[in-house]
Each structure stands twice: as structure tokens, then as C-alpha cells.
């Protein structure tokens, strides 16, 4: 199944397998993936599946443009296997169906993630909306939203971790990976803990603010 695999300075923040026949990307929360920065237009591109596996990805007439591969389409392009698609800070690897052997372990992994919520810790407002944001690097001052019940972060193979979102607040734990992510300079263990407004967590060597605001 092709899949997208985004990221910011090698953290990547988030992977979607290619189901409906049009996925639109942009800044506004009505698309199906959202990047909540400002070189990011309101309806910045969609990707459109044809058959089993192509995949066609056009500019809807952004600001910033949209780039594959270090070039800006002006048309309608066919994406071929590992196309890198990039839009400001963004990055996103693009998988045809040749890579389907990595979806049963992410829904592994997924469902490990949503088994934390059987974890009973005291955390914070659960009507809080969060976001994670980049402090170092020439993406700093990025911020990512934290929008799904589970959502993974990091560098497969090297360091990732979940934060889940439940009733009383938004957690972490570790997931994959030999190198230790961090919490206010506290290894991060399997085990959830309870996030915070401002906490600190490193992952892959970058390091990003967890933010909370009212809805």
C-alpha cells in the first residue's frame, strides 16, 4: 500500500498509508493532513490514488510551492518510489507498495501505543489541545499538533516514541529504537508518563517544547 512518511530535521512526525483516492494536505484542519505552519497554505497540494499503487501529487496553487525531489512541479506529477516531496521544513518520503511488509509492523506498534491508555496515571486536562515545538535547528520555532488519540514520533530504528491523548491528559512512552529519548533529561521507558505544558522532550538529538492550550 503506498504510504507517506513526513518528517522535520529527520523526526518524523507523521506516517499515512494511502487509502482514498484523494488526500489533501494543507494548514487549515479540514485537510487529512494538517501542518500547522505558516509556509504551509491553507490547501497546499493533494495526493491522488489511481489503480493499486500510483500516485499523482499536484500543487493547488500554494504560496511556497511544492517541490519533488528538490524541484518545483507546476503540473500534475506522478510520484515514483522514494520521490522526497518537500514544502518548507517538511520532508516527506513517499513508498509504493513494494514497502507493504512495514504496514503489519506500524499497526503492531500502533496498537501497542493505544494499549497504554489501560494505564492509570494521573495527567493533565484531557480538553487541552497539544503541540509539540521545535527549539533548536533552522526549523526552531516550528510547531507540530499533536491531533490523533496515539501519535509517534521520531526516527524509525533510532528513536521513537508515542504520546497518546486519553480523558485526563496526554502521555509518552517509548516505543522502538537503542537510542534513549528524553524527558526534562529523564530517559523515557515503556512504561507511560504524564506530559506537562513546557516539558522538554529530545528525540533523534532534536529537542521540542510540549505545548497545551484551551480548545
Do not use: W
Not at 491522488?48 to 504560496?63: K, M, P, Q
Not at 480523558?167 to 529519548?181: I, P, Q
Amino acid at each position: 500500500m503506498p504510504q507517506l512518511i513526513a518528517s522535520v530535521e529527520g523526526v518524523e512526525i507523521k506516517h499515512l498509508y494511502l487509502q482514498k483516492d484523494r488526500t489533501t494536505l494543507g494548514r487549515k484542519p479540514h485537510n487529512d493532513i494538517v501542518f500547522d505552519n505558516m509556509v504551509v497554505s491553507g490547501e497546499h497540494c493533494v495526493f491522488e490514488l489511481r489503480g493499486i499503487a500510483d500516485v499523482y501529487v499536484e500543487d493547488l496553487h500554494s504560496t511556497n510551492g511544492t517541490y519533488i525531489n528538490g524541484h518545483m512541479i507546476k503540473t500534475r506529477q506522478l510520484l515514483r518510489d522514494h520521490d522526497t516531496i518537500a514544502i518548507g521544513k517538511f520532508r516527506i518520503q513517499f513508498l509504493t507498495a513494494s514497502e507493504h511488509e512495514r504496514e503489519p509492523q506500524r499497526a503492531h506498534e500502533e496498537t501497542m501505543a493505544m494499549s497504554l491508555d489501560a494505564l492509570g496515571f494521573a495527567g493533565t486536562s484531557g480538553v487541552m489541545q497539544a503541540s509539540l515545538k521545535v527549539l533548536a535547528g533552522s526549523s526552531a520555532g516550528l510547531e507540530v499538533p499533536v491531533v490523533k488519540a496515539v501519535t509517534t514520533f521520531g526516527q524509525p530504528g533510532v528513536a521513537v516514541v508515542a504520546i497518546s491523548h486519553r480523558r485526563d491528559g496526554y502521555y509518552v512512552a517509548h516505543m522502538d529504537g537503542d537510542k534513549s529519548s528524553t524527558l526534562n533529561g529523564m530517559p523515557i521507558g515503556t512504561e507511560a508518563i504524564p506530559l506537562s505544558d513546557r516539558d522538554v522532550l529530545e528525540l533523534a538529538g532534536t529537542a521540542m517544547e510540549f505545548l497545551l492550550m484551551s480548545r
